[in-house]
Every structure is written in C-alpha cells, then in structure tokens.
C-alpha cells in the first residue's frame, strides 16, 4: 500500500503517527511539518530543567530532522506552518517561516496533531507583565534565561494543574521563593478534595505560598492583584491555568467540531472528511464510564491515537476503547495518581451513579523496611455491580503502581470481587502480602455486603458540631499526644471491659488511627447487639490529613489537639 501522508504538528501524536505509518509501509512519502524548531521533544519533561534536574535544555529534545530522515526516510520540516487545508483538492498550504516561502503540498491521507496552546487571557496589565507560559523547549529556555537575569526575589505560577505544580516545585527546588495561585478551591481536579489536602500540606511545608480561591484581576509591572484585593510582588509571572485546543486550521477547513470545542472525531479518530484524522490534545475523546466526550492532554493517550490512526489507514481495524485518562504527579515527596471517575467529577458532571466509596491508608511495603511508607488509597465501585469507577493513591511510594492495577482492572470491565483476589508480586521490600489494592478490595466487598459503615474524615467538624458520640480507641498515650477535642478515649484492649459506656440509643463513631483496629471494634460491638456503630474510615491519620493546611491558612477553630502525619 503506497501513500502521501502529511502530518501537522510533531511531538507526542504527529510524531508517533509517523513512526508507526513508516513500520507498516516502505513505499509511502510520509511529511511533518512542524512550525516549532523541534519535531520531537519531551514537553511533560520541561519543568524539570529549571531545578537543573535536567541540566541542559538541549537534551530535552529527542528526535532531530535528520533522525527522521536517516533513520526513517521521514520528511520532517521544522519551523513550516500549515496555514490553509483545501480539502476539495487535497492540499495544503504552507509557509516556510524562515524564508517566508508559501507553497503547497498534496496529500493523500492528512493527520491534524496540532496539539494546544497555553491560555493567556486579557487580563487587565497583562502587557505590562513579565508573563512566561511553560509548553515548548524555547519557553522554558526564556523563563530559565530570565529568572537569571533577574534574580527575582519571588516567582508567582498562576494555575494549579500539572504543569504549574511541576514548575512551582521546580522553582522551589531552584531556592527561589514561589506563590502558587488557584481560583479554584483547590489544585488538581482530578483529585477529589479530601485527597488532594495531603498535596496541599506538601506545597505548604516546602515552602510554597499556596492561595487557593482567588483569581487574579489585574498585573502591573511588579505585581499579581488578586480578587480579594492581595498584592503579590512578583517581576516573574508563569501562567499555566490550561490550554484551549489548535482548532483554527480544522475550523477554516470546514471540520467539525465537538461539544467540548475540541475537534470532532470517530472511534477511529477520523473526522468528517474521509482522508483527514485528529489526534491529541486538539481532539475530544469518548470515556465509556460516563458515556461521553471530554478533552485529555496526556502524552499517551496522544500516542495510542496515533497509532490507532496508522493502523486503521492500514485497514488493520484497531477495536476503539475510549479513554479513562490515567495520570501521575511528583509533589516533592509525595507522589500522586489517579484513575477514572472521582467523587468530584461525579458531582460537578451531575452524573448518576451509585457508587461508594473506599478509603484506606495502609503500608506500601512491609513495615521493618526502612523505607515503608503511609499509602492513602480511596476507591469508586458501583454499589450494584461492583464495577470500579476510579481509584486515588498519594505516598511517598509506588503509586503509580497501584493505580495502573486500577486502570487495568477499569479497561477490562473488572470489579471490586477480582481486586481483592488479584494475585500480586510480593516480597517485604516491594510491597505486603496483601498489597493496598487487594485491602481495598476486600473493604469494598464488606461495604458491598452490609457488613458495616462508615464516615468519611471530610463528615467529622459536622458530626463534631452534632455532638455525635465519637470513640477514638489508640491507646492512652497516643492519644494525648493529639485527638479529636470531643473525642472519647476507650482503647481498644479495654473496649469488651467497658461495653457499659456505648449507648445504645445514639450513634457511635469508632475511630483508631487508620481506620483498621476501629473496623474490628465496628464489628464486635455489632455481635453485641450494637447495631448503630461507624467506622471512621481513614481515622486520625485521615483527618490529621484533612484538616492541617485549612487550620494553617484559615480563620477557623482547629478540631484537633494535635496532628499524626506518619
């Protein structure tokens, strides 16, 4: 099968295409044109040069023209932009911007990478501004050049998603002093709330000035204003509040475009021109667990589509599975991942599902390991099916390995039952006989079943506020060091000796450090005849968790003596 492939836009999507195109045919003429000065860099790995973790810029590029040409008989044209697409006679046009050259160029099957650009909105002053956005390697090659240059005495990153965690840590990491702003109640979306203040407490304690729930109104030359009326000094600003897909090409090309204002694709990544495909962060992509469309920048989804899109030229038929959208943070010594659906997203999308919810914080290895860490694990199931809907890990740990489990698991329609029978590797330096998804699973088939309840650590200032009966059952000693201030304390050895203080005619909360031994008291209190009893899931460490960066930063009364973090 021969062939004229041309490809817009290079990195992860157009890149990839390429390669997979060339390994399934010989013949075919296969053109990039790409109107960076790089086909191939690694964009997710750009903060990181700013540390100095990667030391020099130059090597965050990953493919030169001549890679494709030598090693891959591949066209690729740096710094030529496809500035018109004429569908009717299958050409483009394209303009060389180095020499200013404007000529055409025929295609038989046409590929749309564009990808997506940062966000830059007219906010007032903006002009005024050192304004930087991180999403190339000459971007991150100014920003570098210019914390240089100027010594800033802070650095302000506008935006709470990946890009901007990643660079204010970088920054940090630097020694430079950074404020981190977000207009939303908290960074990372794909975290559900509760989870995410265990990120929050990280950016606080290294030293990273968090203001959560404000956005900015206005820029001078030196400054960030915020709604609230806050004045950050600042000479350096980077804004990563997102990014809006390459649209305009499709658009002027008469393309369609989605709901989500991405454009509009098939299960095979076609558009609605028979000879033109879409793949990456400029197209919208269907998720089988809410039944519909949504954006995902991820460098491997991009890389799936485009493979997709290769091999279905070939006429090889790849089966569509949708996209669930898998991601993994560093967060200086925490690490974060997520799959699927979350709690929030749930809520926001008005979504109806019954689900519930798992929350688990065991160890990520044995315990004599020096190395062994807290895992907070929480898990979305479908109460009727037991299907998962999305996990949440964050540790200092493997999550990432946890939750790939959980995407796996997701992809290939599996429920809570095959968790907790999953046979995994196990050796006391890796991970524990039964490994923290396994514990999930086996909390989630007692949720399933009835055998107990719970409440949420997000529940207890109102519970506190009910006066609810809450027994917290560490031992004595422990519990002096820090405790729920209404707590009462009846350790767990002595709980069958002091049956007589559990009323029987209220609602008993049982709490212990994790939310392990308080499941034990949940089910013998049950035997007992106790049959209004919870467990407080995630227990103190929980709600240590919950509660220390909204104590530290807002004006409120704090619910607890002390914190345990470890």
Same mark, same amino acid.
């Given at each position: ?72 008989? *591949? ?14 006679? %299958? ?5 060389? #911007? ?51 240059? #100027? ?53 606080? =304690? ?20 915020? &709604? ?26 008469? #393309? ?108 990520? %290895? ?8 807290? #895992? ?24 990432? %390995? ?87 304390? *009846?350790?767990?050895? &002595? *709980?069958?000796?002091?049956?007589? &203080? ?63 973090? =470890?």
């Amino acid at each position: 099968m021969s062939y004229k492939a041309v490809i817009i836009g290079g990195v992860a999507g157009g890149a990839s295409a390429a390669a997979r195109l060339r390994r399934l045919s010989e013949d075919s003429q296969i053109i990039i044109f790409e109107r960076g000065p790089h086909v191939s860099f690694s964009n997710c790995s750009l903060p990181y040069h700013l540390s100095g973790m990667i030391e020099n810029s130059k090597e965050l590029v990953l493919l030169h023209p001549w890679n494709f040409s030598s090693q891959y008989n *591949i066209d690729a044209r740096i710094r030529h932009e496809v500035v018109s697409i004429d569908r009717g006679n %299958k050409t483009v046009s394209v303009k060389n #911007l180095e020499t200013g050259e404007l000529y055409e160029e025929t295609y038989d099957k046409l590929i749309l990478s564009p990808g997506a650009a940062p966000i830059v909105p007219p906010i007032e002053g903006i002009e005024k501004a050192k304004i930087f956005t991180v999403r190339s390697v000459p971007d991150i090659e100014r920003l570098n050049h210019a914390i240089t240059d #100027l010594k800033p005495h802070n650095v302000t990153v506008i935006g709470g998603g990946f890009i901007g965690i990643e660079t204010a840590e970088n920054l940090r990491e630097k020694g430079l002093s950074v404020t981190l702003i977000e207009a939303m109640p908290q960074i990372l979306r794909q975290f559900d709330f509760d989870m995410v203040q265990i990120l929050h407490k990280e950016l606080f =304690d290294n030293g990273i000035h968090l203001i959560l729930g404000d956005k900015v109104t206005s820029f001078t030359e030196n400054s960030v204003i915020l &709604e609230s009326g806050q004045i950050v000094d600042s000479p350096i600003v980077i804004l990563a509040i997102g990014v809006s897909p390459e649209t305009l090409l499709a658009r002027e090309a008469g #393309l369609d475009l989605g709901k989500t204002g991405a454009i509009k694709v098939d299960q095979n990544f076609k558009t609605n021109d028979d000879s033109i495909y879409a793949i990456g962060d400029a197209v919208e992509v269907y998720n089988p667990l809410f039944s519909d469309f949504f954006r995902l920048s991820l460098a491997g989804p991009a890389q799936k589509q485009a493979r997709h899109v290769a091999d279905h030229i070939h006429g090889l038929r790849p089966v569509p599975g949708g996209f669930i959208g898998s991601s993994v943070i560093k967060v200086f010594g925490m690490n974060a991942a997520s799959t699927g659906l979350s709690e929030g997203f749930i809520q926001a999308a008005g979504i109806n599902r019954d689900y519930e919810v798992v929350k688990v914080i065991p160890r990520d %290895k044995v315990g004599l390991m020096p190395d062994s860490a807290m #895992l907070h694990f929480k898990l979305l199931f479908d109460r009727q099916t037991g299907k998962i809907l999305g996990a949440q890990a964050i540790g200092a740990g493997n999550v990432d %390995k946890r939750i790939d489990i959980i995407a796996t698991l997701i992809k290939t329609g599996g429920t809570i039952v095959d968790l907790k029978d999953l046979e995994l590797c196990y050796a006391p330096p890796f991970g524990t006989a039964r490994d923290v998804v396994n514990f999930a699973g086996l909390v989630a088939t007692n949720l399933q079943a009835g055998i107990f309840k719970q409440v949420h650590d997000y529940q207890i200032r109102e519970l506190i506020k009910q006066d609810a009966f809450i027994v917290d059952i560490r031992e004595k000693e422990i519990f002096t060091k820090g405790h729920l201030k209404t707590a009462i304390n *009846i350790p767990f050895s &002595e *709980i069958r000796q002091r049956l007589s &203080e559990f009323p029987k005619d209220r609602p008993v909360y049982i709490q212990c450090r994790t939310g392990q031994d308080s499941y034990n008291v949940v089910l013998t209190l049950q035997h007992m005849g106790y049959d209004n009893v919870f467990n407080l899931c995630g227990g103190f460490m929980g709600i240590s968790f919950f509660e220390y960066f909204m104590d530290e930063t807002l004006p409120r009364e704090p619910i607890l003596t002390g914190y345990n973090f =470890d």
